[in-house]
């Protein structure tokens, strides 16, 4: 069974640049579509961004659309979360998920949580203004 495991995140201040990683142990990440969401404090968890098997389709939330990046490199078992000019806003818990299931790309359903059966442990990313 995969595990995924977050990294990368940290404090930065408003306009900086952060990446975040997920990699996948036990697991090879080529086989999963992957999403990003985040948690911030006293806020329900969001959908920020996700990524085909391939890396040929991707979708993001408005919020974070020409500011922040999904990339996989499969080779390097890992996908990316670039963020660029971060705002107080973007301060949260960022998780990674996959889902391995043969449904192919569905740019609605994967924006959804319960689409994912398996979840990272989360990094902290704080943005300062």
């Known amino acids: 069974q995969v595990q995924l495991v977050e990294s990368g995140g940290g404090l930065v201040q408003a306009g900086g640049s952060l990446r975040v990683s997920c990699a996948a142990s036990g697991g090879t990440i080529s086989r999963y579509v992957v999403g990003w969401f985040r948690q911030a404090p006293g806020k329900e968890r969001e959908f920020v961004a996700a990524?085909?098997?391939?890396?040929?389709?991707?979708n993001y939330v408005d919020s974070v659309k020409g500011r922040f990046t999904i990339s996989r490199d499969n080779a390097k078992n890992t996908v990316y979360l670039q963020m660029n000019s971060l705002k107080p806003e973007d301060t949260a818990v960022y998780y990674c998920?996959?889902?391995?299931?043969?449904?192919?790309?569905?740019?609605?359903?994967?924006?959804?949580?319960?689409?994912?059966?398996?979840w990272g442990q989360g990094t902290q990313v704080t943005v300062s203004s």
């Open positions: 998920a996959g889902d391995s299931s043969s449904l192919g790309w569905r740019r609605t359903y994967y924006s959804s949580q319960g689409s994912y059966p398996y």
């Open positions: 990524i085909s098997k391939n890396g040929g389709s991707t």
